[in-house]
């Protein structure tokens, strides 16, 4: 059973960046679609962003330009970095890796992903 920590959430001003981190312990990632999503209070966990075993990225509309998603297999970690935030981004942001290994979806949805961390806090101020 993979176990993932989220870190990097804080407090920002529009316009600045955070960068978020996802450790895993217990199962590589490597051969998994790796993915983040968030979650705002009264509002459903929605997608941002994936990346796949061969590193294609894919993003949600709503941040598409403004965040990469990048991963290192080898640390067994993935990443959000979060440019030209905005109060609306304000969420409790998650990781988490593909139930299937090496598996294409056609979209990705909350359900198909497992190993949910607990999640970092990011506060966007306007």
């Known amino acids: 059973q993979v176990q993932v920590v989220e870190s990097g959430g804080g407090l920002v001003h529009a316009g600045d960046s955070l960068r978020l981190s996802c450790a895993a312990s217990?199962?590589?990632?490597?051969?998994?679609?790796l993915g983040w999503f968030r979650q705002a209070p009264g509002k459903e966990r929605e997608f941002v962003a994936t990346?796949?075993?061969?590193?294609?990225?894919y993003y949600a509309d709503s941040v598409k330009g403004r965040f990469i998603i990048s991963r290192a297999d080898a640390e067994n970690t993935v990443s959000l970095q979060m440019n030209s935030l905005k109060p609306e981004d304000t969420a409790v942001y998650y990781c988490?890796?593909?139930?299937?290994?090496?598996?294409?979806?056609?979209?990705?949805?909350?359900?198909?992903?497992?190993?949910w961390g607990q999640g970092t806090q990011v506060t966007v101020s306007s």
């Open positions: 988490a890796a593909d139930t299937r290994r090496y598996y294409y979806r056609s979209s990705y949805p909350p359900e198909a992903f497992g190993s």
């Open positions: 217990g199962r590589t990632f490597r051969g998994y679609t």
């Open positions: 990346i796949d075993w061969s590193g294609n990225t």
